[in-house]
């Protein structure tokens, strides 16, 4: 019901910014919160921000705070994940993720939660 596409992910020098999109086609109204995730080579996948679509309320993750911002525009059903002050590792592959419904607070935060997923794009910070 709902296609997630992603991009805007490089290669960038630590101390960097980045913006990586998420567009999303389909059921969008259907979906309750956006995520991002992220999953480094041989590490699990782990929660990184999510926004609720309706409000625009956000959370993160505490290795991420004060450096990235989630934001969505819900008329170009689009989310974006803005990130300042990158540091390697920061270095993953991000995914944008999509929740139909509201399971539970935390399920904002767990893969479980979400029910459709984009392919992914790589951000690579160097030293």
């Known amino acids: 019901q709902v296609q997630l596409v992603e991009s805007g992910g490089g290669l960038v020098q630590a101390g960097g910014s980045l913006r990586l999109s998420c567009a999303a086609s389909g059921r969008t109204r259907s979906s309750y919160a956006m995520g991002w995730f992220r999953q480094a080579p041989g590490k699990e996948r782990e929660f990184v921000a999510a926004?609720?679509?309706?409000?625009?309320?956000?959370y993160y993750a505490d290795s991420v705070k004060d450096r990235f911002t989630i934001s969505r525009d819900n008329a170009k059903a689009t989310v974006y994940l803005q990130m300042n002050s990158l540091k390697p590792e920061d270095t993953a592959v991000y995914y944008c993720?999509?929740?139909?419904?509201?399971?539970?607070?935390?399920?904002?935060?767990?893969?479980?939660?979400?029910?459709?997923w984009g392919q992914g794009t790589q951000v690579t910070v160097s030293s």
């Open positions: 993720a999509a929740a139909s419904v509201l399971r539970s607070s935390i399920a904002l935060t767990r893969n479980y939660g979400y029910d459709y």
């Open positions: 926004i609720i679509r309706s409000t625009g309320n956000a």
